[in-house]
């Protein structure tokens, strides 16, 4: 039989984590980069930081377009949508197109009931738009 282990490894964590650099550690490790001067010094430099040679690209070239913001952790996922500033209008037109809705359908019910009323008790109903109910 065999059984679980007690504890997980502590080698492993539960979930990596992503790790994030402040602008003054990404400069920190830029001019490092650029001050090594013997062979295979990135690639060490790379290592002991945990970082990607992609990654230290891009910080270079953030760096060369002067970005103020570029050397900033930036939040992941998809960008905002930009608001539509016809948004909020259209939003009120609909709003009050469907509140005259709901009028017109009540006062077609009146109506209705009106007309029906008329023919119970046997009294004609004058048309205003020119239809006469017979």
């Known amino acids: 039989m065999v059984t679980a282990p007690a504890a997980s490894s502590p080698e492993l964590t539960p979930r990596p984590k992503r790790r994030t650099y402040s602008a003054k550690e990404k400069l920190r490790i830029l001019e490092e980069a650029d001050r090594v001067a013997e062979p295979g010094g990135i690639a060490a430099l790379l290592r002991r930081e945990g970082l990607y040679s992609s990654a230290l690209t891009d910080w270079r070239r953030q760096r060369s377009t002067g970005v103020l913001n ?64 017979r």
């Open 70 to 133: 570029a050397l900033t952790p930036r939040k992941r996922g998809p960008a905002p949508a930009a608001e539509n500033p016809l948004a909020a209008e259209l939003a009120k037109a609909n709003r009050e197109n469907a509140k005259l809705r709901r009028r017109l359908e009540q006062a077609e019910a009146i109506i209705a009931v009106q007309k029906k009323v008329a023919q119970l008790l046997g009294t004609p109903l004058e048309a205003d738009d020119g239809d006469e109910t």
